[in-house]
């Protein structure tokens, strides 16, 4: 049980919902060693096969870093505060297991943040995107400079993070941010949906895929990377059940190994 949010694990799927609507689900440091915990679950827990963030009410995902946090803290505690942030991101972003942001409302800040540093987004009619932390006089701490501007490039990236402007989640589609919207109360099943489709692929293959693409890189190191991985696919069960399954004409068993 935790305070701020709700997890539950549904056919493999741990649903993480970030749980104060009244404060739009901003990120105070509860949230924070909440999520820190059920993030560390995702790794460990081998009931858990993927998993799905998203925001409770049909307000927001999470409105961002919880502002009223922000008045007591001098530079090296924003500093620090930063540091945590992005290492608590980084676990997202390379979770060996997929996990989904499904956006319900406004992202913003850090929520737009934590959103990007998940492996993709579904998003709601009524998604907004923003990073406006200039309107505090303050630029993103938890990725928002890096992942935005790899995301959607450099021009783009000023204009929304120096505009501090939002865009709605068909827009966020446009410049390839959101995967996929959907009207609010289909947003959770299509996101189960896509998941639960993935569950059913090689568990080590995933994990190695997510690692590839994380890494990704024009030079001859990203390639290398993905020989490597590809090689190491075959030294898996899944692998020889993957092709004898095609041969045999039934689908496959994968078992993780
Ligand atoms: N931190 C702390 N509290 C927040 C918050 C945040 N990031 N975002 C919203 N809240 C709180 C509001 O203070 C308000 O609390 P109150 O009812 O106790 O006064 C409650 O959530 C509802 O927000 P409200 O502003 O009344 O709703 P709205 O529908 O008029 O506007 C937003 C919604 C999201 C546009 C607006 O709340 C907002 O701009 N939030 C800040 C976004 C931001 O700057 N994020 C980056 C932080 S680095």
Redesign the pocket.
């Known amino acids: 049980m935790h305070k701020t949010l709700l997890a539950e694990i549904e056919n493999g799927t741990f649903i993480i919902t970030i749980n104060r609507p009244?404060?739009?689900n901003?990120l105070n440091k509860e949230v924070f060693k909440d999520l820190d915990e059920v993030i560390g679950e995702i790794y460990q827990n081998s009931e858990i096969k993927s998993a799905l963030i998203t925001g409770a009410g049909n307000?927001?995902f999470i409105?961002?870093?919880?502002?009223?946090e922000f008045l007591e803290l001098d530079a090296s505690q924003a500093t620090e505060l930063a540091t945590r942030g992005h290492k608590l991101f980084d676990k997202i972003e390379n979770s060996p297991k997929p996990i989904v942001a499904a956006v319900n409302g406004?992202a913003?800040?850090?929520g737009c943040e934590l959103a990007l540093a998940c492996h993709f987004i579904y998003a709601s009619e009524n998604a907004k995107f923003g990073q406006?932390?200039v309107?505090?006089g303050?630029t993103p701490g938890y990725g928002g400079t890096q992942r935005l501007t790899q995301l959607v490039g450099r021009n783009l990236a000023m204009e929304l993070l120096m505009s501090g402007n939002m865009i709605s989640a068909n827009e966020a589609m446009e410049h390839g941010i959101v995967n996929k919207v959907f009207p609010s109360a289909e947003l959770l099943p299509k996101t189960k949906e896509i998941l639960s489709q993935i569950q059913s692929k090689a568990p080590i293959a995933i994990s190695k895929t997510i690692e590839c693409v994380n890494n990704f890189d024009h030079t001859q190191q990203g390639y290398d990377l993905e020989i490597k991985k590809f090689g190491e696919c075959f030294a898996t069960e899944d692998a020889k059940e993957g092709a004898s399954a095609f041969l045999e004409k039934r689908s496959p068993n994968f078992k993780g190994k």
């Open positions: 009244d404060k739009m901003a307000k927001a409105a961002g870093a919880d502002i009223s406004f913003l800040g850090g406006p932390e309107n505090l303050l």
